[in-house]
């Protein structure tokens, strides 16, 4: 089973910054790669929306809210990626989740796998 974990959030005052990571792991097996990753956000009664992307060639992408304050990496070798937050502002808060995809694992490919999620409030 492909375990997500999430981790680094926080409360932090406006303009604050904080620095997510997210690191995926198999129960049993061993992840050999892992396609795109992102991160995805959701605030009560709304929708989940991705935040920020990054494919395994490196390519990213952004929401248009958050391009030049947010930042995502990846360490392959780790199974983690990390997500720098700058510049934050209120309507920043919500429930930040992870995502994987595509992965190839010795346990056969696993696809779209999920974190629980860690909180992110941003407030004086």
């Known amino acids: 089973q492909v375990q997500v974990v999430e981790s680094g959030g926080g409360l932090v005052q406006p303009g604050g910054s904080l620095r997510l990571s997210c690191t995926v792991s198999l129960s049993s097996g061993v992840i050999f790669s892992i396609g795109d990753m992102r991160w995805y956000r959701q605030t009560p009664g709304k929708q989940r929306d991705m935040v920020a992307m990054?494919?395994?060639?490196?390519?990213?992408d952004y929401a248009t809210s958050v391009k030049g304050r947010f930042a995502i990496s990846r360490d392959d070798a780790k199974k983690t990626i990390y997500l720098q937050m700058n510049n934050l502002k209120t309507e920043d808060t919500a429930v930040y989740y992870c995502?994987?995809?595509?992965?190839?694992?010795?346990?056969?490919?696993?696809?779209?796998?999920w974190g629980q999620g860690t909180q992110v409030t941003v407030s004086s």
């Open positions: 995502a994987a995809d595509r992965l190839a694992t010795s346990r056969g490919p696993q696809y779209d796998a």
């Open positions: 990054i494919a395994n060639d490196g390519f990213t």
